[in-house]
């Protein structure tokens, strides 16, 4: 686990505990369109889907971490996703809930951990990420860490009675 460790957070697996935080978190319409979320989640299903979160990630393609600064306070959470071993890639997700933990270096944290994690644990040959052209914080995140915009999705968000476009990024482990 000493890889999932940072200098200000680290991460690590969902605990029953986190039930109340993912409640906040899954059920905050604020981040329902970055999430594709229609619909809000019960404590029960939620529940239900930490008794699960245990599985591993060459079974059920995807992998969600908690992110916790050094107090064990749980801040965001950090997902791989569309999880391909015979590819060698996956995509990357992440979601800092309250603001005043955001522009602090905390997302550039986990992002750096989870990239160093699915390298050189997972050997994956590649990341993706997909960020609304809209978000200013989420592109200079992935730019900073070195993820190349490779596509555009035109018209691909449908929000608040329009149409947005989605960037694709790219980080290849070289």
């Not at 306070?73 to 996956?90: C, M, N, S, T």
């Not at 990357?92 to 050189?120: C, H, P, T």
Request: aromatic share 10%; with cysteine.
């Amino acid at each position: 686990m000493q890889k999932l460790k940072g200098n200000n957070i680290y991460l690590r697996a969902l605990e029953p505990q986190d039930l109340d935080f993912l409640f906040l978190l899954e059920n905050d319409e604020a981040i329902w369109e970055v999430s594709g979320t229609l619909t809000p989640y019960s404590k029960h299903v939620l529940g239900h889907y930490l008794e699960n979160a245990h599985r591993d990630i060459f079974d059920v393609k995807q992998l969600r971490l908690a992110i916790c600064e050094e107090s064990s306070k749980v801040v965001g959470l950090i997902d791989l996703f569309d999880f391909d071993p015979k590819h060698r890639r996956a995509g990357l997700g992440i979601v800092v809930l309250q603001s005043e933990n955001r522009n602090r270096g905390i997302g550039a944290e986990a992002v750096d951990l989870l990239m160093k994690y699915a390298f050189q644990t997972l050997d994956l040959h590649q990341l993706y990420v997909n960020v609304g052209a809209d978000n200013e914080a989420s592109l200079y995140l992935f730019q900073k860490l070195g993820f190349l915009q490779v596509g555009v999705k035109k018209d691909w968000i449908y929000s608040n009675g329009g149409y947005k476009d989605e960037l694709l990024f790219q980080k290849i482990n070289l």
